[in-house]
């Protein structure tokens, strides 16, 4: 699931200037946050681009540093479009101020500092976006909830910081969910994201995913995703509250296709349903079906 999002340097930057705007208009500042660090690197790494000097482009950042730097701007780009369309009076101000804290670089996120509240709350945002987008009535910011059909769902999220903390976050989310879904219509559905796990064993994380074209980077993609959740399929193998009907696992990668000589925005998500009724399987699938469509 997930478009593949061409992508120039140059509209990149116009629309980091537009998010710059957006969230100065909103009360927003962006001085000294990951926002500005990205937005400023970014204009450093254009600038060698249009000189075609990429070669040495390492001599004013490393590739780490390069990857955080796409990876955050194209995070804040996909907030902006979607809750930019959002009434100012009930954006969630304080949790988009807050997402723009913290290390810049995700290795550097500990976890037990509180160091990772901040992109934790960018993940949260990024999904409820998602739904926006999805043209999907989004009630509540603080835990994500929304209204489907007849149905509430809620989505408790994620970040696992390493492969050891996977197990704690699913069933900490599993537990969490269990509490608020009271209702004989609520559904709940799990969100993690892959960011900081999914390619360590290969060093995907910290090199950008090229492929020669778009079908060997789905394929590459699809592979990369299956094969981290089938080694940890048994965390949730018995999660058995039959109102949480799925997992949704948000990955992120940036990839690049050599045939076009383009950079792409690869937003995605895969889901893992959980459901024991023929109902909550078309309700999932009808959610996730009008979701791939806008996104």
Same mark, same amino acid.
């Given at each position: ?119 934790? *709350? ?5 999904? !409820?976006?998602?739904? +926006?987008? @999805? $043209?999907?009535?989004? /009630?509540?910011?603080?835990? &994500? ?20 903390? *996977? ?5 900490? !989310?599993?537990?969490? +969910?269990? @509490? $608020?879904?009271?209702? /004989?219509?609520?559904?709940? &559905? ?81 889901v893992k349903g959980l459901y024991r009724t023929s109902e909550d399987e078309c309700q999932l699938k009808e959610l996730v079906n009008r979701i791939d469509m806008y996104?």
């Amino acid at each position: 699931m997930g478009k593949i999002k061409k992508s120039t340097y140059k509209e990149s930057l116009k629309d980091m200037n537009k998010v710059q705007e957006w969230l100065k208009s909103i009360g927003i500042k962006t001085d000294n946050t990951r926002f500005e660090k990205a937005k400023n690197n970014f204009t450093v790494i254009l600038n060698h681009f249009e000189n075609n000097d990429m070669a040495n482009i390492n001599k004013e950042m490393n590739n780490e540093e390069i990857i955080e730097t796409f990876s955050t701007c194209i995070d804040y780009i996909s907030i902006y479009r979607n809750l930019s369309k959002f009434d100012k009076n009930h954006l969630p101000k304080r949790k988009i101020k807050d997402s723009l804290g913290g290390p810049f670089l995700k290795k550097d996120e500990v976890g037990n500092k509180g160091d990772n509240h901040a992109r934790n *709350i960018s993940f949260e945002l990024e999904m !409820a976006s998602l739904l +926006l987008g @999805s $043209k999907i009535k989004v /009630e509540g910011f603080d835990d &994500i909830k929304f209204k489907f059909n007849s149905y509430k769902f809620y989505i408790e999220c994620k970040r696992p910081l390493s492969n050891n903390s *996977i197990r704690d976050n699913m069933d900490k !989310a599993y537990n969490q +969910l269990k @509490s $608020k879904l009271i209702d /004989e219509k609520d559904r709940g &559905i799990i969100a993690i994201s892959l960011d900081n796990v999914i390619g360590k064993e290969e060093n995907i994380v910290d090199n950008i995913l090229i492929a020669e074209n778009k079908i060997a980077l789905l394929k590459r993609e699809a592979d990369l995703v299956d094969s981290y959740i089938r080694k940890y399929r048994n965390i949730w193998h018995n999660f058995s509250y039959l109102k949480i009907v799925g997992i949704f696992f948000r990955f992120n990668f940036m990839s690049s296709l050599k045939e076009e000589n383009i950079l792409t925005e690869r937003h995605g998500i895969h889901v893992k349903g959980l459901y024991r009724t023929s109902e909550d399987e078309c309700q999932l699938k009808e959610l996730v079906n009008r979701i791939d469509m806008y996104s």
